[in-house]
């Protein structure tokens, strides 16, 4: 079991960034696919990012690409989101969720079913 808080939400201008950031308790965090998620109020969801364990490869939503970079550091047990270019849209509260599922299946990492652990969730606020 892992435990999850996230941090560094805010509110930023458009254009701005923020850099997110999710702390994982326990000693098997680099045994996770770690992803985020966003929902902003009134809808599901949504996928924005996940990285592999040892942090070679990463998936991003097209939404998010080349904006958002997600990136870990097992030694700290955290994994970090780097939102550059934000857009009034981008405003949600973000979640870090560990995925534990076996296999890396984009389909499969894009959906909030196949996460069982969740942090608290940061709100992120973008105006225009």
């Known amino acids: 079991q892992v435990q999850l808080v996230e941090s560094g939400g805010g509110l930023v201008q458009a254009g701005g960034s923020l850099r997110l950031s999710c702390a994982a308790s326990g000693r098997t965090f680099s045994s996770y696919v770690m992803g985020w998620f966003r929902q902003a109020p009134g809808k599901e969801r949504e996928f924005v990012a996940a990285i592999s364990k040892s942090g070679g490869m990463a998936y991003s939503a097209e939404s998010v690409k080349g904006r958002f970079t997600i990136s870990r550091d097992n030694a700290k047990n955290t994994v970090y989101l780097q939102m550059n270019s934000l857009k009034p849209e981008d405003t949600a509260v973000y979640y870090c969720?560990?995925?534990?599922?076996?296999?890396?299946?984009?389909?499969?990492?894009?959906?909030?079913?196949?996460?069982?652990?969740w942090g608290q969730g940061t709100q992120v606020t973008v105006s225009s």
């Open positions: 969720g560990a995925y534990t599922n076996l296999l890396w299946a984009t389909g499969r990492l894009r959906s909030s079913n196949e996460y069982d652990y």
